[in-house]
């Protein structure tokens, strides 16, 4: 099946900041999702990107299909952005369900 | 905007009792899932449920887990006699159609901790 890896695990930043979260798989991208996980451990869609660059505020996201990898970008952050970033694919094997990668735990200090 | 609702956001229970999770899907969505997430790990996938059955559940899924969509709006997941590896957050997801571009809303999640 599909494995989802993401790196780094742990991140820590000072407030303002710029990061890059990447997300590698093991097989072709058909949807790509990428969540933040807030303190209260609710899940919050950030971009669904299967290819290409998409942006919203201080996040962008970038999809390099045929490479198997996504990267997350968050600039200037926010100790609001604290918190576990998955990326997640959704596998065609069986019914349409999201494989979660491993999560990325970020920590912005004030 | 339309959002998943779950209730209730935190249950405790003691091991072997019996928990129902609920649901309320956004109103014109067909396709529903649930999904499992231990402390520290990521979210696993356990079941999806179309046309009033099940289309797909996990290994996870065993025969202490089932799900029903009783009244036609809520989506239930009941863990028949818990465990203590059963403590996780439960999300229910749902979505307006099954194919690829369509994305799976999520809930907020229901802790569940069991003693």
């Known amino acids: 099946g599909i494995q989802v890896e993401q790196s780094p695990p742990d991140l820590i930043l000072q407030e303002g900041a710029n990061s890059t979260l990447r997300c590698n798989f093991s097989?072709?991208?058909?949807?790509l999702q990428w969540f933040h996980q807030n303190p209260w451990g609710q899940l919050i869609n950030l971009f669904y990107?299967?290819?290409g660059t998409k942006q919203n505020g201080r996040l962008s996201a970038t999809t390099v299909a045929t490479e198997r990898y996504s990267l997350l970008y968050i600039s200037s952050s926010q100790t609001t952005d604290s918190g576990v970033y998955f990326c997640?694919?959704?596998?065609?094997?069986?019914?349409?369900?999201?494989?979660f990668g491993t999560g990325t735990r970020l920590k912005v200090l004030a | 905007e339309p959002e998943v609702t779950q209730t209730p956001s935190h249950q405790v229970t003691q091991m072997g009792q019996e928990v129902i999770l609920r649901c309320v899907p956004i109103?014109?969505?067909?396709?529903f899932y649930w999904y499992r997430q231990i402390l520290g790990q990521k979210v696993e996938f356990l079941v999806s449920?179309?046309?009033?059955?099940?289309?797909?559940k996990s290994e996870i899924f065993d025969d202490q887990f089932s799900v029903e969509r009783p009244d036609g709006s809520n989506f239930t997941l009941k863990i028949r006699s818990t465990k203590l590896e059963d403590s996780a957050m439960y999300f229910c997801?749902?979505?307006?159609?099954?194919?690829?571009?369509?994305?799976?809303?999520f809930g907020p999640g229901t802790r569940l901790l069991v003693l």
């Open positions: 997801a749902t979505s307006s159609s099954e194919f690829l571009k369509e994305t799976q809303y």
């Open positions: 097989d072709s991208v058909n949807n």
């Open positions: 990107i299967p290819s």
């Open positions: 997640a694919e959704i596998t065609t094997s069986g019914t349409y369900k999201y494989i």
């Open positions: 109103s014109n969505h067909l396709y």
């Open positions: 449920f179309y046309n009033n059955e099940i289309s797909e």
